[in-house]
């Protein structure tokens, strides 16, 4: 009988990467060296991180699309349009940023956006340096996970209430996170970082993106858009729940 898959949550933050398994949490400052801390191995793994994977040539993609209105009301805010290929490699500020975006046909990249483009980089590089990861890494967004997961595991998405980084949303998604999770995992790797590099938030999305792993694993996720479309590199430009 072949081995359960090794599920892993990754998320982006200002330490590096955060990535959440069943065991625990741990921290990196890049990608691929907390994966190989962790033991992941392409073959038995499945990681769910919040980063986009698959870059437009041109335009928006049509993933980030139906995020928003899957999310609906405050939370599709949350999703905002990849940026092309073009410039999440070729700018190297805000202003070079948008205006390489809009010659192809994109909108203007935000402050927000733009802050994510090293660690864009980082994971594009490593499935085009890496391919084995591209059949076990997939591209998760924590608002949506949470929305599943707030749902009961039904097909309907429960979008949360309430930002995450507001006191009633915080307090929201760590209910659903401690009935799951022992308390003291997260107790660990809070102790262990300082909140200028792991903000609370972070956790909390690194978990969310856990169970997307697990939906995942157990062929039990949804994909945007159903029939996703590929980019250059031949990565698939879709979100699984």
């Given at each position: 009988m072949?081995?359960?898959?090794?599920?892993?949550g990754?998320?982006?933050?200002?330490?590096?990467w955060?990535a959440?398994?069943p065991?625990?949490?741990?921290?990196?400052p890049?990608?691929a060296?907390?994966?190989?801390t962790?033991g992941a191995?392409?073959?038995?793994s499945v990681?769910a991180?919040?980063?986009p994977?698959?870059l437009?040539?041109?335009g928006?993609r049509?993933?980030?699309?139906?995020?928003?209105?899957?999310?609906g009301?405050?939370r599709?805010?949350?999703?905002?349009d990849?940026?092309t290929?073009a410039a999440?490699?070729?700018?190297?500020s805000?202003a070079?940023a948008?205006r390489?975006n809009?010659a192809?046909g994109?909108?203007g990249?935000?402050?927000q956006?733009?802050?994510l483009f090293?660690?864009?980089?980082e994971?594009?590089?490593?499935l085009?340096?890496d391919?084995r990861?591209?059949?076990s890494m997939v591209?998760a967004?924590?608002?949506?996970?949470?929305?599943?997961?707030n749902?009961?595991?039904?097909?309907r998405?429960q979008p949360?209430?309430?930002?995450?980084?507001?006191?009633l949303g915080a307090f929201d998604r760590?209910?659903?996170?401690?009935?799951r999770?022992?308390?003291?995992?997260?107790?660990?790797?809070?102790?262990?970082?300082p909140?200028k590099?792991l903000?609370?938030?972070?956790i909390a999305d690194a978990l969310?993106c856990?169970?997307?792993?697990e939906?995942v694993a157990?062929?039990?996720?949804?994909?945007l858009?159903?029939r996703?479309?590929y980019?250059t590199?031949?990565?698939p430009?879709?979100?699984c729940?």
């Amino acid at each position: 009988m072949a081995a359960e898959p090794r599920v892993i949550g990754v998320d982006g933050c200002r330490a590096g990467w955060i990535a959440a398994t069943p065991a625990g949490l741990a921290v990196g400052p890049t990608l691929a060296g907390l994966l190989d801390t962790l033991g992941a191995d392409p073959a038995r793994s499945v990681v769910a991180v919040d980063m986009p994977i698959g870059l437009p040539v041109c335009g928006s993609r049509d993933c980030d699309r139906v995020a928003r209105e899957q999310l609906g009301g405050p939370r599709r805010a949350s999703v905002f349009d990849t940026p092309t290929r073009a410039a999440v490699h070729g700018a190297a500020s805000q202003a070079e940023a948008t205006r390489i975006n809009r010659a192809h046909g994109g909108a203007g990249v935000s402050a927000q956006a733009y802050n994510l483009f090293d660690k864009l980089r980082e994971v594009d590089r490593l499935l085009h340096d890496d391919p084995r990861w591209r059949a076990s890494m997939v591209e998760a967004h924590p608002e949506l996970s949470f929305a599943a997961w707030n749902g009961g595991e039904s097909t309907r998405l429960q979008p949360m209430p309430h930002p995450k980084t507001a006191a009633l949303g915080a307090f929201d998604r760590l209910t659903l996170v401690l009935a799951r999770h022992d308390r003291r995992l997260l107790e660990a790797v809070r102790a262990a970082h300082p909140r200028k590099a792991l903000a609370d938030d972070d956790i909390a999305d690194a978990l969310a993106c856990l169970f997307t792993a697990e939906r995942v694993a157990a062929g039990r996720h949804q994909v945007l858009p159903g029939r996703p479309a590929y980019d250059t590199e031949g990565l698939p430009m879709r979100i699984c729940i």
